[in-house]
């Protein structure tokens, strides 16, 4: 079976970046120079996510996206600031393949569904987003990671494959850019709780990290996007990619 490892770019202001803990932002560069490289590394499929739109609540921005379908040799999913089926319309018109739909999956409740309807349950990824509090309690966020819902990941993740998700991402907030591991108990949860496939996120790596999260806590998929993009304990900007070999 051919296992899916997913590079998860972050947009903002027309560049490229990648966060640690949803927080500090280290630039990397010009999306369709690393899209070009991604390229020739066959990648199974690239998630571009705009994290300014997310947070910002505001509209994606469809001149960059065009650009980067319009470089782009491997399937791409789109998310960040979609609340409406005519954005979505749009962004499947200009090539990419799916959707990522998150915060306004639960300020819209009947988004989802509508979606859904649209386009078909596979075009659509419901992306959740989890942190622990300083007491150690999960909560789900949305908003970029700055407002907590009053929901438990499992409870949200079933309510969201009842819409008509075809595909969850369940993202670790503590982990991410972290590069210390997944969380594997929280993602065997959700795998465990949903018949829709799972993409793993937050804390790759290394390949083990990206094989452990399929074969040991029930994802479908692995994502990552420090370990795509970041060299050494320096952190030195290199995109990379496991040949077929690693895999």
């Not at 120079?33 to 505001?58: M, Q, Y």
């Not at 499947?92 to 959707?99: D, R, S, Y």
Request: aromatic share 8%; with cysteine; charged share 25%.
């Amino acid at each position: 079976m051919h296992t899916r490892y997913i590079p998860v770019l972050l947009l903002k202001d027309g560049g490229l970046y990648k966060t640690r803990k949803f927080g500090k932002e280290t630039y990397l560069g010009d999306p369709i120079n690393t899209i070009k490289i991604f390229n020739d590394k066959l990648v199974d499929e690239l998630v571009f996510l705009d994290i300014a739109a997310a947070r910002r609540k505001s509209e994606p921005n469809f001149e960059i996206l065009k650009e980067i379908a319009g470089e782009c040799f491997m399937p791409l999913t789109y998310g960040g600031g979609l609340v409406a089926i005519e954005q979505v319309r749009e962004i499947l018109a200009i090539g990419f393949e799916k959707v990522v739909v998150n915060s306004a999956a639960w300020t819209d409740p009947t988004l989802v569904s509508a979606l859904a309807r649209y386009f078909g349950s596979s075009t659509i990824v419901g992306s959740i987003d989890v942190k622990r509090d300083w007491m150690r309690r999960e909560k789900v966020f949305i908003h970029g990671g700055s407002e907590a819902i009053s929901i438990d990941v499992v409870d949200w993740a079933q309510e969201l494959e009842k819409r008509g998700i075809g595909e969850i991402m369940i993202n670790s907030i503590d982990k991410d850019g972290e590069m210390t591991g997944y969380d594997l108990d929280l993602i065997r949860r959700v795998s465990s709780a949903v018949s829709v496939p799972v993409i793993a996120a937050g804390g790759a790596r290394n390949v083990n990290d990206l094989k452990s999260a399929i074969s040991d806590a029930g994802a479908s998929a692995s994502a990552a996007g420090s370990m795509f993009v970041f060299q050494g304990k320096h952190r030195a900007v290199l995109i990379s990619y496991p040949s077929t070999k690693e895999r």
